[in-house]
């Protein structure tokens, strides 16, 4: 017969972290369909990966591409990372379910790409027909997101749910997975997860386990907290029944060390039963903008009610109190406000103040002759909450503590982005969307020899397809569908990330394509050929076989 694809003469890492071997491959009708010596084979097109890896698409555990993927179906910069499954729908944040009374929320917590898109979809399922019915350049897992149900029935109410109130969301999860969802998220620092109490969560992670779903979360407390908050995500997964993925777990600021008591806690529930594992990205800093360290009750509140509250001295100094308190454990960078690590906090943009780019909010206290906390609100009302910063807030070695661990799977948190159009006007500082996968392949595998090269792909492509339960991915088979990467590990390039970003100028802005990853094929088809994007857009939403 005469094949659709060869791939010739490479070294084929088949994701179960068994030593390469040199091997070819036949491609056709979308699977892998003979495995072996094929000198002999013939086919429309044939591939020479000669010095070159072969290995399965990159499975990405973590990630936020949900409406991404619906202004900008390619994904151009996370394919050509070599990244062909995305687990959408995490930290409890998916685009749907929509409650019609509180789709002005639902759109501010997706902003600026809600301005892309035409809300059409209420349903989960609507939402995952319309990914279909536009195509999208690679596959997607869903999870439905906590925030959104939350969202659709309560809005952003700190309450608990009343007993109609949660029948109504237990609905909702029970019609995304219906629907193909994998399971459900929850994103417990950001609101409105963060004002849900953990027998609500149980509750609604119970109708994900009665489909055969799992529960992901972005647990209460990254720093200080996160030894209770581990406890909570294991104990919701050993209540509801539910397989447990907890979510890029190194400790922040605070809570630096504290990887040697997590990961004790999560190899003794296993022990005991709970099917519970740990994703995590590489990257130590995040460049958000400077409310998103503020206390979660203020996100409801528009730019200018916030301005307005930080502007009057009572509620400046009642914010102030209030993030220092951290009752309600904040997102991770707070807690670089909460220890007075001002010098880790590094102005990346300040389009009123171009002149404070590049300096630490300690310098321009220094400079103004005011308290650090006073320089870093007066600076986001000057913005008008426009400000990007870089928050320093990751110790290195805790990546590699976590890596090194064989329950710790690879993860991006990262999304796919546009070439153009507001959302990358001007660009994010999100150097995991471009370099993410290259980089550890780069760094941690070749240069730094944390992993072995086999143990990182198994990482990234057999450990998340078996948490996932998908039977045909994440390994090189035959009659596996034909996600593959064809990389050089010689020449393999992170061009994103400055290793040093806190530290001006900022000449490596990381909206860079990496190199090195030459061929990527999606359900068979070339999606990237000798690094460049074809355009192609092959990719499938995924649905879980439900219970």
Not at 162 to 188: D, H, N, P
Not at 364 to 377: I, S
């Amino acid at each position: 017969m005469v094949y659709d694809l060869l791939i010739r003469n490479g070294r084929v890492v088949d994701g179960s972290g068994a030593p390469w071997r040199p091997l070819d491959l036949a491609i056709f009708k979308g699977r892998i369909a003979r495995i072996g010596n094929l000198a002999r084979a013939k086919a429309d097109r044939t591939i020479d990966a000669a010095g070159r890896y072969v290995s399965p698409g990159f499975i990405d555990i973590h990630t936020h591409s949900d409406l991404a993927l619906v202004a900008s179906p390619p994904g151009q910069n996370i394919i050509r990372q070599g990244v062909t499954t995305e687990v959408t729908g995490n930290c409890g944040s998916s685009p749907a379910p929509v409650g019609e009374d509180h789709l002005a929320l639902h759109q501010q917590a997706w902003l600026p790409l809600a301005a892309e898109v035409n809300w059409t979809w209420r349903s989960f399922g609507d939402y995952l027909g319309v990914l279909e019915r536009q195509g999208i350049g690679l596959n997607v897992a869903p999870l439905v997101g906590h925030h959104a149900i939350r969202t659709a029935v309560m809005g952003f109410d700190e309450g608990a749910p009343s007993s109609a109130q949660l029948r109504e969301m237990r609905r909702y999860v029970a019609e995304a997975m219906r629907s193909g969802a994998f399971g459900l998220s929850t994103g417990l620092v950001y609101p409105p997860g963060c004002f849900a109490d953990t027998a609500e969560i149980v509750e609604l992670a119970k109708v994900a386990a009665r489909y055969g779903g799992l529960y992901a979360s972005h647990i209460r407390g990254e720093r200080e907290m996160i030894v209770e908050a581990v406890r909570e995500a294991i104990e919701i997964g050993e209540r509801a029944g539910c397989p447990v993925q907890i979510s890029h777990n190194a400790p922040k600021y605070g809570g630096w060390g504290k990887t040697k008591e997590t990961l004790p806690l999560i190899e003794a529930a296993r022990e005991r039963g709970v099917e519970v594992t740990v994703d995590n990205d590489v990257h130590t800093d995040f460049g958000p903008s400077l409310s998103h360290a503020l206390p979660q009750r203020l996100a409801k509140f528009s730019t200018e009610e916030l301005i307005g509250m930080l502007q009057d001295p009572q509620q400046r100094a009642a914010i102030k109190e209030e993030t220092l308190r951290d009752a309600r454990p904040a997102f991770g960078p707070a807690g670089l406000l909460i220890h007075g690590r001002w010098d880790r906090i590094t102005l990346l943009r300040c389009e009123r103040n171009a002149g404070l780019a590049g300096k630490t909010i300690a310098e321009v206290a220094q400079e103004r002759g005011v308290e650090p906390f006073d320089a870093y609100l007066d600076v986001l009302i000057e913005e008008r909450d426009g400000a990007i910063a870089i928050f320093d807030y990751v110790d290195e070695a805790e990546i590699r503590l976590l890596l090194q661990h064989p329950l710790v799977m690879i993860s991006s948190d990262s999304w796919a982005l546009p070439e153009s159009g507001p959302s990358v006007t001007p660009p994010p500082y999100a150097p995991c969307c471009y370099g993410e996968y290259p980089g550890i392949l780069e760094r941690y595998v070749r240069d730094w020899k944390v992993l072995r090269l086999e143990e990182a792909i198994r990482k990234m492509t057999s450990f998340p397809a078996q948490k996932l339960g998908l039977q045909d991915r994440g390994l090189i088979r035959k009659g596996f569908w034909a996600d593959l990467v064809v990389f050089d590990l010689a020449r393999i390039k992170d061009r994103a990330t400055n290793l040093y970003p806190h530290r001006p100028p900022f000449e490596n802005y990381p909206h860079q394509y990496p190199e090195g990853i030459d061929y990527v094929l999606v359900n068979g088809t070339v999606a990237v050929e000798e690094g460049r994007h074809t355009g192609a857009l092959a990719g499938k939403v995924l649905r879980a076989r439900t219970g």
